[in-house]
């Protein structure tokens, strides 16, 4: 099976030391693919930069004017108190968003069965109009509207499983049905966003699933959401494709958050996404590479998502979590079932 895997030296660029988002994320990807020999086994290319009428279906002028703006300024500057721009950082956002669409050609074009994109800086956090948690391009919402006016993709599914809600990806997609969005994520953290009665508006109303799980809850409770929610909405809507949002914050070790997966718990959700687009789609699904700041949980998960769409076994040398995860899940199940009808 053969897997594009799509990088850039340049992302390193985009850099402030101490942040959580730093360079060492992508440097300890790329160590760890390398020595574990999944990059020669894999198509390796180097993004593109993006079009700027590309970003421009999810983003606004405004917006890109002020990060063209920023390009010329000799010092990093803080778009928020958690997101920051450096005067490479635009066009390194840019050859972000780049690796996104390269590996939207690949899968489509017939070039590669199935893609990693091993991205920075992050995405699911921008929204239209402005960058925010360390994200400045919203990069699987560019690449999802690339496939659909590019390849006339009717029906995309966006699954999110970083450990913060995916707000700038729901905001793009909110009242359209055409896309599918459903996010894992821990409740009541940043960005507060995510509730389970947050469907969707007008013709996208239920086409916008979030699952947030107190903190605590690990393998088994997201192993059935997954059983009961994630492959039945997905079943009912019949992608053409499928994205992910791969954030590895929700394993046990992160210092942002509190979901207590394991290595071996998110290989399952990848897993179960790679299976899902086999049914489905003819296996055309693309990883996004997100959160995750604990460098060998990140960098161990990402490997991961390579083993399996090479088809080999993951490997999960971080072991189990600390304490026992909660298991409280089923009620939680019955009532996400009821507002959404499955």
């Not at 006016?149 to 909110?174: M, S």
Request: aromatic share 8%; glycine share 10%.
């Amino acid at each position: 099976m053969t897997t594009l895997y799509v990088t850039h030296p340049r992302y390193v660029e985009h850099d402030l030391p101490a942040h959580p988002e730093h360079a060492g994320r992508i440097r300890a990807i790329w160590r760890r693919l390398d020595e574990s020999g999944l990059t020669a086994r894999m198509i390796a290319v180097e993004a593109p930069p993006i079009e700027r009428d590309v970003i421009l279906t999810v983003h606004t002028p405004a917006y890109i004017a002020l990060l063209e703006k920023l390009s010329g300024l000799d010092r990093t500057v803080r778009l928020d108190a958690d997101t920051y721009a450096n005067p490479s950082s635009y066009d390194i956002a840019c050859l972000s968003a780049g690796g996104g669409i390269r590996a939207i050609d690949a899968v489509l074009s017939g070039e590669a069965a199935n893609a990693l994109a091993a991205i920075r800086p992050p995405g699911h956090h921008a929204m239209p109009d402005h960058g925010m948690g360390f994200c400045l391009l919203s990069n699987i919402a560019i690449a999802a509207r690339y496939a659909q006016k590019q390849y006339q993709v009717k029906r995309v599914l966006i699954v999110d499983y970083d450990v913060h809600h995916g707000n700038g990806t729901e905001a793009a997609f909110y009242a359209d049905p055409s896309v599918l969005f459903i996010s894992t994520h821990q409740q009541n953290l940043y960005p507060g966003t995510g509730r389970v009665e947050e469907t969707g508006a007008g013709d996208g109303r239920g086409y916008n699933i979030n699952l947030p799980l107190p903190g605590g809850h690990g393998d088994e409770s997201y192993a059935a959401l997954y059983r009961e929610i994630v492959w039945k909405a997905a079943e009912r809507f019949q992608p053409e494709l499928i994205l992910v949002s791969a954030g590895f914050d929700a394993h046990w070790s992160d210092p942002l958050a509190g979901i207590q997966l394991t290595l071996d718990g998110l290989a399952h959700l990848t897993s179960e996404l790679k299976r899902m687009a086999d049914q489905l789609c003819g296996g055309k699904i693309v990883y996004f590479v997100e959160g995750g700041y604990n460098l060998d949980a990140l960098s161990h998960g990402v490997a991961n998502i390579a083993r399996i769409l090479l088809g080999d076994a993951a490997v999960d040398p971080m072991g189990a979590a600390p304490q026992s995860p909660r298991t409280d899940i089923d009620a939680y199940i019955q009532r996400v079932k009821q507002v959404h009808g499955l």
